[in-house]
């Protein structure tokens, strides 16, 4: 029986990504299955099986529109002369077999981005070339007739995507990220004062984490705005271009000394063990995976409701949802979160929540997925 060839589509491949560790995870579940595994990319970083096979595909770029322009053309005429089985895109191509909405509905994402822009660039935004080509590229995906399948990490953009582009809802497969919660573990009470020493954080101080890059976007100065009207601490992990705007930010409402920058971790468990809580009200998000790593860890979340994470959270229970900008709201949740010394009820809940979302799962459902597109 001949093996099936599966080709993944990844523009760049940064190992710290959402939609990479998805495609890692999966790639490294899929190999014990009878297929080829390609991946198409301009870049790869990082560690990778001996038996992917890797098809570096780069052409020249001049500026946002040509890099995704030029990518989509070249991927798109490599796959169709290596005529792979399957080819699954996680980037906006028409003719891919599979899509993997890993970034939601482009259009939502600007209409929750104007909401925190001056009246002016919020007009500009939905006019501007690039965001116009990006909408239009998804436009042309979803109509195109190859597509057989998308997936989703959420229901919110499931239904984002059937209302706004009318794809039959049979099409679209939601399947959760996954998560190995034996590497993603509260931490023991001694393990987590040693931390707490280490970061320069009382101990009795009731600390949440902030993880994420792109600091717009996930949400930042309503975290910083939040906590500033709270004695808790926040520690901020992950890179912004912007990130001095941030710290002005904390030193005008008076909260420096309570928010640490740590820039880019490499290894982000430690953070979610020395923290209380895990604060993202991001702007727009299908389903960041570090919800899924801080609840592992027995973190109580809180998030935004157009922040697709949000399905996992019961009110109350197990973390807050609430709108992004809703500042009054996120600062109860925030008072609402006990320091786990106290009580850790609520992050038992968060962790219990999670133990489902096994990559053993995840690989189950892609490769049945899979079965039915080639049969």
Wanted: hydrophobic share 40%; with cysteine; aromatic share 8%.
């Amino acid at each position: 029986m001949k093996r099936h060839r599966l080709a993944i589509v990844r523009q760049k491949y940064r190992p710290d990504g959402g939609a990479e560790r998805f495609v890692s995870r999966a790639l490294m579940a899929l190999g014990n299955q009878d297929l080829e595994l390609n991946v198409i990319t301009r870049e790869w970083q990082g560690e990778r099986q001996q038996d992917w096979h890797l098809h570096i595909c780069n052409p020249a770029k001049w500026g946002r529109i040509s890099r995704e322009r030029g990518f989509a053309k070249a991927a798109r005429a490599l796959w169709q002369a290596q005529q792979f089985d399957i080819v699954q895109s996680h980037e906006r191509i028409a003719g891919c077999d599979i899509y993997r909405a890993g970034d939601g509905v482009h259009q939502r994402w600007l209409q929750q981005r104007a909401r925190i822009l001056p009246g002016w660039r919020a007009k500009m935004l939905m006019h501007d070339s690039y965001h116009r080509y990006v909408m239009h590229a998804e436009h042309e995906m979803y109509q195109a007739p190859e597509l057989k399948a998308v997936i989703c990490n959420a229901q919110m953009i499931k239904k984002e995507i059937v209302e706004d582009f009318s794809v039959d809802a049979k099409k679209i497969h939601v399947i959760y990220n996954s998560i190995d919660s034996s590497r993603f573990v509260p931490a023991e009470s001694t393990q987590r004062a040693l931390l707490r020493q280490q970061y320069g954080l009382p101990a009795a101080a009731t600390v949440f984490c902030f993880v994420g890059s792109g600091f717009e976007r996930k949400g930042l100065a309503a975290a910083i705005e939040t906590v500033a009207g709270t004695p808790a601490y926040l520690i901020v992990i992950g890179q912004d271009k912007a990130e001095k705007r941030y710290q002005a930010l904390a030193q005008s409402l008076g909260c420096k000394n309570r928010i640490r920058f740590m820039g880019m971790q490499k290894e982000t468990l430690p953070f979610y063990q020395v923290s209380d809580g895990l604060l993202l009200p991001t702007l727009y998000d299908p389903f960041p995976n570090v919800i899924l790593e801080a609840m592992a860890c027995g973190l109580p979340v809180i998030t935004s409701d157009s922040c697709g994470g949000a399905e996992f959270i019961e009110q109350g229970r197990n973390g807050f949802f609430c709108d992004a900008l809703d500042i009054n709201r996120l600062r109860d949740a925030v008072m609402a979160v006990p320091a786990l010394e106290k009580s850790n009820e609520m992050g038992m809940k968060a962790r219990d929540k999670v133990k489902d979302s096994t990559p053993e799962k995840l690989s189950t459902q892609l490769i049945s997925l899979y079965k039915n597109i080639l049969d």
